[in-house]
């Protein structure tokens, strides 16, 4: 494989599971039953904070193994 072949497998790769980590970003504020962005910025509410990232990173674990998998496939 050439390494011009591998750099753009590796660019697709990466923007398909930050549009996918988006999604499920943008899916759990319009579930929530208030508005994270402003209990974070506003309130300083640092345990929904800690939360959201919690959360963002374990689906960004996820996403990461799914998008590697289908990409071996």
């Known amino acids: 494989m050439e390494l011009f072949q591998l ?33 974070i910025v506003e309130e300083r509410n640092y345990a929904v904070a800690i939360l959201i990232g919690a959360i963002l990173l374990g689906l960004s674990g996820i996403i990461s193994a799914a998008v590697f998998y289908l990409a071996l496939r």
């Open 7 to 39: 750099l753009i497998y590796i660019i697709f790769i990466s923007m398909t599971g930050f549009g996918l980590l988006m999604l499920a970003m943008r899916w759990l504020n319009s579930h929530w039953p208030f508005d994270i962005f402003r209990e």
